[in-house]
Each structure stands twice: as C-alpha cells, then as structure tokens.
C-alpha cells in the first residue's frame, strides 16, 4: 500500500524547535521529488519547503527561510522537515508530498501523494 505517515506534531513554545517526518511505504522516495505545505485557520494551504529530485535544489518560503531544513534519508525512506527558531504564526497543520514531475512547490502542482496531516502549535 502507497503511503506517507507523518509524526512529529505537538505543542512547543515560542523560539523551541520540532523535527517533523514523513514515512514512506510502497515506494521508494528516492524517485520522488519531496516537499512540506501548512495550512493555517482560515488561510490556504502554501509551500514550505521542496527540493527536487536528487537534491539538485531546494526552495523555501520567505518567512522559513534561516529557520527551517528540508532533507530525506534514503535508508529510512523518510523525509524530514527541521523546524528551528519557532514562531506563533507557524502555528498550522503541516503536510508532506511527493511528486515524480516536481516543477513548482505549489499546492496547484499536482502533487503524486499527500501525507495525513500533522498539527503544530507554538505558543507565545
């Protein structure tokens, strides 16, 4: 069965860190570009972080860039997203995604698959 298995979620205070993964099955991420989406209350859901296939580049958003790592461990087919330096506007539901034709790390690209969602909350 293809899925992807996310924990990590929970609640941390402001300027703490969280490390979010994104567990494979069925496939192998290798073969997969991969990337990170939050939605917030009342707020679209938007790219976080993507990075093609075979790492060649990686694209984060204005407002996590400094503070969070995208990266995938080909032995545990996982991927990670590191989230430091936490802010209460990162409060959100965080997704992972996998695509074979990564051109854009957009929720309008169509995304192969999509993880079940994991809420993160930071406190101020």
């Known amino acids: 069965q293809v899925q992807l298995v996310e924990s990590g979620g929970g609640l941390v205070q402001s300027g703490g860190s969280l490390t979010l993964s994104c567990a494979a099955s069925g496939f192998s991420l290798g073969h997969y570009a991969i990337g990170w989406f939050r939605q917030a209350p009342g707020e679209e859901r938007e790219g976080v972080s993507c990075?093609?296939?075979?790492?060649?580049?990686?694209w984060y958003a204005d407002s996590v860039k400094g503070r969070f790592t995208i990266s995938r461990d080909s032995a545990e087919n996982t991927m990670y997203l590191q989230m430091n330096t936490l802010k209460p506007e990162d409060t959100a539901v965080y997704y992972c995604?996998?695509?074979?034709?990564?051109?854009?790390?957009?929720?309008?690209?169509?995304?192969?698959?999509w993880g079940q969602g994991t809420q993160v909350t930071v406190s101020s």
């Open positions: 990075i093609s296939f075979g790492a060649i580049s990686a």
């Open positions: 995604a996998v695509s074979r034709a990564y051109t854009s790390c957009s929720v309008h690209f169509p995304w192969d698959y």
